[in-house]
């Protein structure tokens, strides 16, 4: 079973903020992919990362895979209230999502 | 496209009884998932068709649970003797895999059933 671990787990902060979200494996993968899901909803890709060391940026959201291909960031600039979800990493065939990070923002 | 859709929304049974889900994926896509999600958590994989093969099944997945695909279009996925541990979000999903191989697999989520087993 390859193993994905979010860190942190919950995370509360003002508009505004910058954060930073973690997606580790001991396991390499060939892919690995980023969801965002709202409470009664299904999850929704935001996007896929293949190359190691590769960043991919979507609008005020930023994406990198590990050199390593066994971890990956998302980093969130000038937070809104509309970033409020579960963000979820999914790794290898996809049949494993990570543990997921509940990120609340705050007006 | 109407994208991936769930039928029913919501579910609420009691223990014992027999429940059944409908998934409808994408037109075009050839591989269809289900995964379980409880409260907080990620979804936990149940099984995946390509076409209408049922390929991989997780341990997650006892005799009560069973997930058909007929004709490689819409799936459904019966839970027998539903017990109150298998209360949860039931999610479907599908992708359109490329014969190549490419590992770049992007699925498409529909809104879940949620179950409730009093």
């Known amino acids: 079973t390859q193993l994905l671990e979010q860190s942190p787990q919950f995370l509360s902060i003002q508009e505004g903020e910058n954060l930073t979200v973690y997606c580790n494996s001991s396991s390499v993968f060939s892919s690995l992919q980023w969801y965002r899901q709202e409470p009664g909803e299904g999850p929704v890709l935001l996007v896929t990362?293949?190359?190691?060391?590769e960043v991919k940026k979507l609008k005020r959201l930023t994406f990198q895979f590990g050199d390593a291909r066994k971890d990956s960031s998302l980093h969130i600039t000038a937070a809104q209230p509309g970033d409020t979800g579960l963000y979820l990493c999914a790794g290898g065939n996809q049949f494993y999502f990570g543990t997921g990070t509940s990120l609340t923002v705050i007006p | 496209d109407t994208g991936v859709s769930q039928d029913p929304r919501h579910k609420i049974t009691k223990r014992g009884q027999n429940v059944t889900f409908r998934c409808d994926p994408i037109s075009e896509h050839n591989r269809l998932y289900w995964y379980r999600q409880t409260l907080g958590q990620g979804p936990e994989f149940l099984t995946y068709f390509q076409n209408e093969a049922q390929l991989e099944k997780s341990r997650l997945l006892s005799d009560r649970f069973s997930a058909e695909r007929p004709k490689g279009s819409f799936s459904t996925l019966e839970i027998q003797r539903t017990e109150q541990g298998d209360s949860a979000m039931y999610l479907c999903?599908?992708?359109?895999?490329?014969?190549?191989?490419?590992?770049?697999?992007?699925?498409?989520f529909g809104p879940g059933t949620r179950l409730t087993v009093t």
């Open positions: 990362v293949v190359t190691g060391g």
């Open positions: 999903a599908s992708s359109l895999v490329w014969t190549s191989g490419s590992s770049a697999y992007e699925q498409y």
